[in-house]
């Protein structure tokens, strides 16, 4: 008499060919659906590629455009306004390192948010690395003088005094003499790209999170007012 049925599914041989099934199934699974293969890698080197590209463009604004930005503010802008400034170009700068580099940083990151790169918006990360290393390895200038409070007035602290200088030696005067001018020039170093990426991340992650509900609305609205001229 041949075997039961139910018999013949219960017994090992069958549970183990049906193991055997499904491991086959998961094995035949394609690489993109387990998130590996080159189809993922490509799209990791892409996303790395372009935050590259981003820190680079944050960091060539700072260089760059923004002293661009603050020598034609001082000297043609304010003045035209008939509100010339009574500091000295360099004080000037010093004085307002956060609004010309994080507001620049902050239009640029909006011109490149309708390209939706989830990376730009960690480009901050990198400044501000190196800011705080800067930070935390700061020396004391003195026993009486607490590391916090010293290296704070060194990366973020305002209240520059810097003369104009007139002529080249004058400026060289300056340059070695003047403790202002040495921690002005370490915060266009350290803390301006810190302020950039911070405006240049936050306009990616407005332009991220603004441009999705933008994009469903407007679908939306195609959606109902198409079948209604059709009709």
């Known amino acids: ?10 017994t090992p041989a ?10 086959d199934r998961r094995s035949r699974r394609s690489p993109r659906a387990r998130g590996t293969g080159p189809a993922a890698d490509h799209i990791d080197g892409r ?11 944050v960091y060539v604004l700072v260089e760059l455009i923004v002293p661009c930005l ?20 360099f004080e000037f700068a010093y004085s307002h390192i956060f609004v010309f580099s994080f ?31 800067k930070f ?22 305002g209240g520059f005094v810097i003369p104009e200088f007139r002529s080249w030696q004058e400026f060289a005067s300056i340059a070695t003499s003047n403790a202002d001018m040495t921690r002005g020039m370490v ?7 810190f302020y950039a990426g911070i405006g240049y991340s936050l306009a990616a992650w407005t332009g991220f999170r603004i441009t999705a509900p933008i994009q469903s609305i407007g679908a939306t609205l195609l959606k109902v007012t198409l079948p209604s001229r059709k009709s």
């Open 103 to 133: 507001i620049p940083a902050y239009l640029l990151g909006l011109l490149n948010a309708r390209f939706r790169r989830r990376a730009a918006q960690f480009v901050w990360l990198v400044p501000a690395a190196i800011l705080v290393y």
């Open 14 to 23: 069958g549970l183990s060919s049906r193991h055997r099934a499904r491991r």
């Open 136 to 157: 935390v390895t700061f020396p004391s200038p003195s026993v009486f003088q607490r590391q916090f409070s010293a290296a704070f007035h060194q990366y973020f602290g």
């Open 1 to 10: 008499m041949p075997p039961c049925p139910s018999l013949r599914r219960a």
């Open 187 to 193: 915060q266009i170093r350290f803390t301006a790209p």
């Open 47 to 57: 996303q790395i590629l372009w935050f590259l590209l981003d820190l680079a463009a």
């Open 70 to 89: 603050i020598g034609w503010t001082h000297n043609s802008l304010l003045p035209a306004l008939q509100h010339a400034s009574r500091s000295g170009r």
